[in-house]
């Protein structure tokens, strides 16, 4: 059964700090697409990043950047020079290419605030 | 544009009560799910779809039930016998999960 752990429940940082979301995945599959989304106090989800399990290339966009190893089963996610626009919650989340279903399984989410 | 509508934003039940919430789109997409959301925590799903007159439970379907009777439109009831539906529930599709899935704006229930 696939599991995403984000055991981050809420990170506090001040304003131009770096910081990591960290997010940790099972999965008994080879094929799957790890997710990030962010959700703003309005409560819809906002789409980050997809990665497929074949692209272990780390991605930068912007301010944001992923770090995936498979290695560790991790995904994880860094803010750089955070801003107060960053508050949200994060979510992990992950999809099995052979569930039939292609349902994302999310973790728990971290709350991230961003002090001025 | 295309996109996911739910309505909706806010919605007030009565206990005892049915009450459907709607989710509609115009993505083409044929997967339609179902996810509800408690403060403080992650989302976990209560139905999906992914094709039209059919549907399967997630982890958490008891005390909801679901119609998919065109591909646009995947509404949701919560029904009488969900103990606790106060949540906040999203619904969301995809392209069979390829490029990603698309997520409404939320319905926030509450029992009054």
């Known amino acids: 059964a696939q599991k995403v752990t984000q055991a981050q429940t809420e990170i506090s940082v001040v304003e131009k700090e770096d910081v990591t979301l960290d997010c940790v995945y099972e999965?008994?599959?080879?094929?799957?697409?790890l997710f990030w989304y962010k959700q703003p106090p309005s409560g819809e989800l906002v789409f980050l990043i997809r990665?497929?399990?074949?692209?272990?290339q780390n991605e930068i966009s912007g301010r944001y950047s992923w770090n995936f190893q498979k290695s560790t089963s991790s995904f994880n996610f860094t803010i750089t020079a955070s801003q107060v626009v960053d508050s949200a919650v994060y979510f992990c989340?992950?999809?099995?290419?052979?569930?039939?279903?292609?349902?994302?399984?999310f973790g728990g989410g971290t709350r991230l605030m961003v002090k001025p | 544009d295309g996109g996911i509508t739910q309505s909706p934003k806010y919605l007030f039940r009565k206990e005892g009560q049915n009450v459907t919430l709607s989710c509609e789109q115009n993505?083409?997409?044929?997967?339609m799910y179902w996810y509800r959301q408690d403060p403080g925590q992650g989302l976990r799903l209560i139905y999906y779809?992914?094709?039209?007159?059919?549907?399967q439970k997630g982890d958490i379907a008891e005390g909801y039930s679901v119609s998919r009777e065109k591909k646009e439109s995947f509404p949701l009831t919560v029904t009488s016998a969900q103990k606790n539906p106060t949540a906040f529930y999203l619904c969301?599709?995809?392209?069979?999960?390829?490029?990603?899935?698309?997520f409404g704006s939320g319905t926030r229930l509450t029992v009054v």
């Open positions: 989340a992950l999809s099995e290419a052979n569930n039939a279903g292609n349902m994302l399984t």
């Open positions: 999965t008994r599959d080879t094929t799957y697409y």
């Open positions: 990665r497929n399990s074949f692209d272990e």
């Open positions: 993505l083409n997409h044929d997967a």
């Open positions: 779809s992914q094709i039209v007159n059919d549907f």
């Open positions: 969301a599709t995809t392209d069979r999960g390829l490029f990603g899935y698309t």
